[in-house]
C-alpha cells in the first residue's frame, strides 16, 4: 500500500464509514446521543459527558489514540452549522474500524491523542440556530465568558494542552474562492494572534498544515478552496486558541451544487480531518513552506443561487441575483426566494444562470379561487394558468413542511398571506420572464420553471 495517498483512500473508501443514520443537516442532541452510545465501552475511541449546555444537554468528549501529540475538535458551536458533526460521526466509524486502512490508522492512534466534541452548543442545534440559549455567540464570547460552553472549550484547552485545534463550521453557502465562479467549498483560516498578524512558532505549524491539507483536498475540489480573512478578531476562540497555545486551524464548509445536505462536504471534511491528523502523526507538515498559505485566493461573495442576466425591465436592462433563504420548522425547512440584488450585476455568477437578452420582466397575478388543501393546487392545469398569468395560489391549510416538499412550479401560500407581485431589490422572487409578450418562465419562490407554450 501507498502510503502517501491517504486522501484517496479515504476518498474511495468512504461509503464503508459513512453513518448513514444522520443524513439531514437538522438533526438534533437526541440523535447524537443514540449514535455516541455505540461507543460508550469501546476501547479505541472512549466517551464521557464533558459538560453541560445552558439548557442542561449533555456535552460529551470523545478520545481517541494514545500518542503524545494532543488534538483537539470542535464542532457546531454556532448551532446552525451541522456540516462537520455529521463527518466526526464517520470519522469514529473509521478510528474503530479494522480493515486494510489499518496502517494509516495505527499510526494516528500511536502518534496522537484526539479529543472530540461534536455539537458544542446544542441547545442552538434545537431550533438550528447559530447562538446559544442565552442568544449570545459563543464564537465572540471567548474573553467574557458568560455561556456556560464557552466555559467548557476554554476549560478543555486549559486541561488537555492540545497541540493542535480544529474550529469547525459552515459559512454563507455564497462564498466564492476569490473572484470566481467557484464557490469556496472548503475555506482554512490559521486565526491570527495580533493585529499586526504576526506568525509565531504555534501560527505557522497550523499554516504548514493547511498547506498540506489544501493541496491534497484540491485534488476533490480544484480551485474550489478558499481563505477566510485574517482580520484581528479579538473575542473569537480561534485566535485565543491560538494564542493560548494550540496551533488552531479553521475549517469552514461552504456550499457545492447540488448538494444542498452537504453530504459532499461532509466527505470532504472526513478527508481533510482524518489527513490532519496523519500529516500532524508523521509530522510531514513540517517540511512546507508558508507562501502557498497565502496563495490560497480569499473568500469572497461572488454567488447567487440563481442569476438572470440581461432581462428588460420597463426602461432598463438589469440582472437580478436572487438568493435561497432556508426557514427552519422542526427537523426540516422551506426556502424564500429573495431578490437580493438587481442591476449591473456583471461581477457576480449563479449556481444556475440565465441569459435572458430576449426577455422581459413581467408581474405574476393571483389565482382569484382559494383551495383548501395542496392536493387541490396539483388537479389545477397549472401549465395553463401560467400562460395566464397566474403565478400563486391562496391555500386554506398549509403546513411549513407542504411548503418545503412540494415542487408545483407555482408559489403557493396560506390564504391569510397576501401575494405581493411586486418585483425588486428585496421583494420576493416571483414573476414571469416573457419573450415577445408570450411567458417563457415562470420564477416561482426563487427557483426557475420553463413555461412550455
Ligand atoms: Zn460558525
Given at each position: 500500500m501507498q502510503l502517501s495517498n491517504f486522501h484517496q483512500q479515504l476518498f474511495d473508501n468512504y461509503s464503508r464509514y459513512y453513518e448513514s443514520r444522520v443524513k439531514y443537516r437538522r438533526f438534533k442532541h437526541q440523535d447524537l446521543v443514540v449514535l455516541l452510545d455505540k461507543f460508550k465501552k469501546n476501547n479505541i475511541l472512549s466517551n464521557s459527558i464533558t459538560g453541560k449546555s445552558y439548557q442542561k444537554r449533555d456535552i460529551y468528549l470523545l478520545k481517541a489514540g494514545t500518542g503524545k501529540t494532543k488534538i483537539l475538535l470542535w464542532s457546531q458551536m454556532h448551532g446552525d452549522e451541522a456540516t462537520a458533526t455529521m463527518a466526526l460521526l464517520d470519522i469514529f466509524n473509521f478510528l474503530t474500524a479494522n480493515d486494510e486502512l489499518n496502517t494509516f490508522r495505527e499510526k494516528i492512534l500511536s502518534e496522537t491523542t484526539v479529543y472530540f466534541v461534536p455539537m458544542l452548543n446544542p441547545d442552538g442545534a434545537e431550533p438550528f440556530e447559530r447562538r446559544t440559549a442565552q442568544c449570545i455567540d459563543m464564537n465572540r464570547d471567548a474573553l467574557q465568558l458568560q455561556t456556560p460552553e464557552a466555559k467548557l472549550l476554554k476549560q478543555l484547552q486549559h486541561d488537555l494542552k492540545p497541540d493542535f485545534g480544529f474550529n469547525l463550521h459552515d459559512q454563507n453557502t455564497h462564498y466564492t474562492a476569490g473572484a470566481t465562479r467557484n464557490p469556496a467549498t472548503i475555506t482554512f483560516l490559521a486565526p491570527p494572534i495580533d493585529a499586526q498578524n504576526t506568525i509565531n512558532d504555534v501560527r505557522k505549524r497550523a499554516i504548514q498544515l493547511i498547506v498540506q491539507l489544501n493541496q491534497h483536498i484540491q485534488t476533490f475540489i480544484p480551485n474550489q478552496v478558499g481563505r477566510w480573512s485574517?482580520?484581528?478578531?479579538?473575542?473569537a476562540f480561534g485566535e485565543n486558541m491560538q494564542k493560548w497555545g494550540t496551533s488552531t486551524i479553521l475549517v469552514e464548509s461552504g456550499g457545492y451544487p447540488n448538494d444542498p445536505e452537504k453530504q459532499f462536504i461532509r466527505k470532504l471534511n472526513f478527508i481533510v480531518l482524518l489527513d490532519a491528523f496523519y500529516q500532524i502523526a508523521t509530522q510531514s507538515y513540517q517540511n512546507e513552506k508558508l507562501e502557498p498559505y497565502t496563495s490560497i485566493p480569499p473568500n469572497e461573495k461572488r454567488l447567487f443561487d440563481l442569476l438572470i442576466k440581461n432581462v428588460k425591465v420597463k426602461d432598463s436592462v438589469v440582472d437580478i441575483g436572487i438568493i435561497h433563504n432556508e426557514t427552519t420548522v422542526g427537523s426540516s425547512f422551506y426556502y424564500s426566494g429573495q431578490i437580493y440584488d438587481w442591476g449591473d450585476l456583471s461581477v457576480f455568477y449563479g449556481y444556475e444562470e440565465l441569459d435572458g437578452q430576449k426577455l422581459q420582466v413581467k408581474e405574476g397575478k393571483l389565482y382569484p379561487q382559494k383551495l383548501s388543501v395542496i392536493d387541490d393546487v396539483a388537479r389545477l392545469p397549472i401549465a395553463e394558468l401560467l400562460q395566464q398569468g397566474y403565478l400563486a395560489v391562496q391555500i386554506d391549510q398549509i403546513t411549513p413542511e407542504q411548503r418545503t416538499t412540494h415542487t408545483l412550479p407555482i408559489h403557493i401560500i396560506s390564504a391569510k398571506e397576501d401575494f405581493n407581485s411586486k418585483i425588486g431589490e428585496g421583494k420576493e422572487a416571483n414573476f414571469f420572464l416573457t419573450e415577445n409578450g408570450k411567458i417563457r418562465y415562470a420564477v416561482v419562490n426563487g427557483f426557475l420553471h420553463k413555461v412550455e407554450p
Open positions: 485574517d482580520e484581528y478578531e479579538p473575542r
